[in-house]
């Protein structure tokens, strides 16, 4: 039965992967004309609305100390993560930005193990986190800096505040998962999210922004919303759930991966042998973590 649920765990994060990654490559078509604040409130508001048959659309929880945590989770992760993501992406490189988003998979395993007592298991468990870092730093890469990613910039460390706040979002969803189906978590911490986003847009001024979305984008912003966000974070807190924190992250490193697969596929991108290379060290290091 425990191994059953493990494999469960695991591929719900691989499929998680898969959808996110696949988010990289349709989100272009809309944010050429949509505004990125705009767009956000949009996809996790639909998210969340997706996901209320699964989560039977209650908003009811066991514990009244839970409604404080997932307060927290959607504030953290559906709001102001995302938020400083945006705003940073604005004043920084693409590139400098795809390496700083790896921070989410450092940050969340050092405060999984710092403050919630679950860290890899002796150094052969240390020595596979260190290969999926590595393998995600070359993919991201492809060992190429540009001379801006160490300079003091508000872009970057506003990617960074972002990559924190998902941590801590992780971790305290871990805890949360205990008490309550993942699924109730994911539709309310995307409806409320959203909603919190859109109420921020239209104070921005930002209204006719989403009266004028064209209705051909909408055919791409929905399954996008429902597969790409509301799905895969669904799966993730299901893998979160069953196999914990650190192989979760682990395992939803491979996301960028299956980004520049889809991208390659879809775009006609190529894909560099360092990339190759990458993916071979962080499925080692996913392989090695499993077993160990």
Same mark, same amino acid.
């Given at each position: 039965m425990q191994n059953r649920e493990?494999?469960?765990? =695991?591929?719900? *994060?691989?499929?998680?992967?898969?959808?996110?990654? !696949?988010?990289?490559?349709?989100?272009?078509?809309?944010?050429?004309? *949509?505004?990125p604040l705009v767009l956000s409130a949009i996809v996790y508001t639909i998210s969340g609305l997706a996901l209320i048959p699964?989560?039977?659309a209650s908003f009811r929880m066991d514990i009244k100390r839970d409604y404080a945590w997932l307060v927290a989770v959607t504030l953290l992760g559906a709001v102001a993560a995302?938020?400083?993501?945006? =705003?940073?992406?604005?004043?920084?490189?693409?590139?400098?930005?795809?390496?700083?988003?790896?921070?989410?998979? /450092?940050?969340?395993i050092i405060l999984s193990a710092a403050f919630f007592g679950e860290r890899p298991k002796g150094r052969v468990g240390?020595?596979?986190?260190?290969? &999926?870092?590595?393998?995600?730093?070359?993919a991201t890469?492809?060992?190429?800096?540009?001379?801006?990613?160490?300079?003091?910039?508000?872009?970057?460390l506003l990617i960074l505040g972002s990559m924190f706040f998902w941590a801590v979002d992780n971790n305290l969803?871990?805890?949360?998962?205990?008490? *309550?189906?993942?699924?109730?978590?994911?539709?309310?911490?995307?409806l409320m999210g959203g909603l919190v986003l859109f109420g921020i847009a239209i104070a921005a001024g930002k209204w006719n922004?989403?009266?004028?979305?064209?209705?051909?984008?909408?055919? /791409?912003? &929905?399954?996008?919303? /429902? !597969?790409?966000?509301?799905?895969?974070l669904l799966l993730f807190l299901q893998g979160i759930k069953r196999i914990g924190t650190v192989k979760t992250m682990s395992i939803f490193s491979l996301t960028p991966i299956f980004g520049i697969v889809i991208a390659a596929l879809v775009l006609g991108e190529s894909?560099?042998?360092?990339?190759? *290379?990458?993916?071979?060290?962080?499925?080692?290091g996913i392989l090695i973590l499993t077993r160990h």
């Open positions: 493990a494999i469960i765990g =695991y591929l719900s *994060v691989l499929f998680a992967a898969v959808m996110f990654g !696949s988010v990289f490559t349709v989100a272009k078509v809309p944010l050429s004309t *949509v505004d699964f989560a039977k995302p938020a400083l993501l945006l =705003y940073g992406l604005q004043q920084t490189d693409a590139s400098d930005a795809s390496i700083l988003t790896n921070g989410e998979v /450092i940050f969340t240390m020595f596979a986190i260190a290969l &999926v870092i590595a393998g995600l730093f070359i890469t492809d060992l190429k800096l540009s001379e801006t990613i160490l300079q003091f910039n508000a872009g970057n969803s871990r805890r949360l998962t205990t008490r *309550v189906h993942p699924a109730k978590i994911a539709m309310i911490k995307s922004d989403f009266t004028t979305i064209q209705t051909d984008l909408w055919l /791409i912003i &929905v399954p996008m919303s /429902i !597969s790409g966000f509301g799905g895969a894909i560099t042998v360092l990339q190759g *290379v990458a993916t071979a060290i962080i499925i080692g």
